[in-house]
């Protein structure tokens, strides 16, 4: 039988239903996963992504970008290949995909994790007969602490500044990372401050449902700005944006957090390890509750959980790198800054209402 998925040069394929997964060069149907800017790229024909990550992927996109939402759970036909989005736990509106073919079924796990996030849907396993899997952190070294106990060394770190009247500069990922963190912390201790780029995720995040704390921008001057938390991206430490800020006290979030010398190599005196992705316990609960006999490791350190699923019993394996595959990398980051509209084919999306086509 023929596989379900397969990787092109174009990113992950569906031959079947002639539709790509996440794919890093522009085709002319695109599932998107979620919208961090390694999976959700300008350019696509078509989109179809999970409903809650409309706003934010229109954010970043385009808001005229020929996008299909489908909720989670609903099911759709492309081809004969029943496509279904599950949630992820990843950041908000991130999703599982899963496909359905004359019997056999497929998930592409996308980005995920298993630890609970107020700012997204929890993880919803899905059995399947082959299970595609992220590994970003797939090594054993890889354990996170429980979430109360990294906001209780931020809060600390935070309120520890304020008495000094210095201000807490957090750098961290503007979407998924920031907001995640704003749910997270004390916002008594005083103001919070984003950057602008984590400001307009923060609306989106807001519009979607999601709680947060009152965030200010820093031109709009809150009092106690010298007691504040201030959340940016790590792109703009390098840059003048954070010269305003009078002598701060500067860390990062972030699960690379947790390598013996990354902290000071990045030359900050706080790192907090705290990651979006599975660490190894959750790829193996991940892993264990699909019920798949194999497993595809995608996306992160790929030989060894490859061996150590083999070494179990599992029929596991790897995509074969492709060309593609260095470009995607090389090109991750944080997307503010793309050129939105221009690169986007056909401005509204009317055509992709109500049919039962997928169209993205
Ligand atoms: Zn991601
Ligand atoms: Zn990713």
């Known amino acids: 039988m023929q596989d379900l998925v397969i990787q092109r040069p174009e990113g992950l394929y569906c031959p079947a239903g002639d539709f790509y997964?996440?794919?890093?060069?522009?085709?002319?149907?695109?599932?998107?996963?979620?919208?961090?800017?390694?999976?959700?790229?300008?350019?696509?024909?078509?989109?179809?992504?999970?409903?809650?990550?409309?706003?934010?992927?229109?954010?970043?996109?385009?808001?005229?970008?020929?996008?299909?939402?489908?909720?989670?759970?609903?099911?759709?036909?492309?081809?004969?290949?029943?496509?279904s989005l599950h949630p992820a736990g990843h950041v908000l509106g991130s999703a599982q995909v899963?496909?359905?073919?004359?019997?056999?079924?497929?998930?592409?796990?996308?980005?995920?994790?298993?630890?609970?996030?107020?700012?997204?849907?929890?993880?919803?396993?899905?059995?399947?007969?082959?299970?595609?899997?992220?590994?970003?952190?797939?090594?054993?070294?890889?354990?996170?602490?429980?979430?109360?106990?990294?906001?209780?060394?931020?809060?600390?770190?935070?309120?520890?500044?304020?008495?000094?009247?210095?201000?807490?500069?957090?750098?961290?990922?503007?979407f998924g990372k920031a907001q995640r963190i704003l749910s997270g912390v004390d916002a008594s201790i005083a103001p919070i401050v984003v950057h602008c780029a984590v400001q307009t995720l923060n609306h989106a995040y807001r519009a979607a449902g999601v709680k947060l704390p009152d965030t200010h921008l820093a031109s709009?001057?809150?009092?106690?700005?010298?007691?504040?938390?201030?959340?940016?991206?790590?792109?703009?430490?390098?840059?003048?944006?954070?010269?305003?800020?009078?002598?701060?006290?500067?860390?990062?979030?972030?699960?690379?957090m947790l390598l013996r010398g990354a902290k000071?190599?990045?030359?900050?005196?706080?790192?907090?390890?705290?990651?979006?992705?599975?660490?190894?316990?959750g790829l193996m609960t991940a892993i264990e509750a699909s019920g798949a006999s194999r497993i595809i490791v995608n996306h992160g350190s790929v030989p060894v959980l490859v061996r150590y699923l083999s070494e179990r019993g599992l029929d596991a394996q790897a995509f074969k790198k492709e060309a593609g595959e260095r470009a995607m990398h090389d090109e991750s980051g944080d997307a503010a800054g793309l050129g939105f509209f221009d690169a986007v084919s056909g401005s509204d999306s009317g055509a992709a209402g109500d049919s039962p086509e997928v169209k993205a």
């Not at 085709?27 to 996963?33: D, K, L, P, S």
């Not at 995920?112 to 952190?137: G, H, L, M, N, W």
């Not at 940016?232 to 430490?237: D, F, K």
């Not at 000071?264 to 316990?281: C, E, I, M, N, T």
């Open 21 to 83: 997964i996440d794919p890093h060069r522009k085709v002319e149907r695109a599932v998107i996963t979620h919208a961090h800017a390694d999976h959700a790229r300008t350019g696509h024909a078509h989109y179809l992504a999970a409903t809650p990550s409309e706003g934010v992927l229109r954010a970043r996109l385009g808001q005229g970008v020929a996008l299909q939402s489908l909720d989670y759970g609903a099911q759709i036909s492309h081809h004969g290949v029943r496509v």
């Open 98 to 174: 899963r496909l359905e073919h004359r019997g056999q079924i497929w998930v592409v796990s996308g980005d995920y994790k298993i630890a609970a996030d107020p700012t997204c849907a929890a993880f919803e396993s899905q059995r399947c007969d082959v299970f595609i899997t992220e590994s970003t952190f797939g090594l054993p070294i890889y354990r996170w602490q429980p979430d109360a106990q990294v906001f209780a060394g931020i809060n600390a770190w935070w309120a520890a500044n304020a008495a000094q009247n210095r201000t807490s500069v957090l750098l961290c990922y503007s």
């Open 264 to 281: 000071k190599r990045a030359g900050y005196a706080q790192g907090f390890v705290l990651s979006d992705h599975a660490d190894w316990p």
């Open 220 to 256: 709009g001057n809150p009092s106690d700005m010298n007691r504040a938390l201030v959340l940016c991206p790590p792109g703009a430490a390098a840059g003048p944006w954070l010269k305003q800020f009078d002598h701060p006290s500067i860390a990062f979030a972030s699960g690379w």
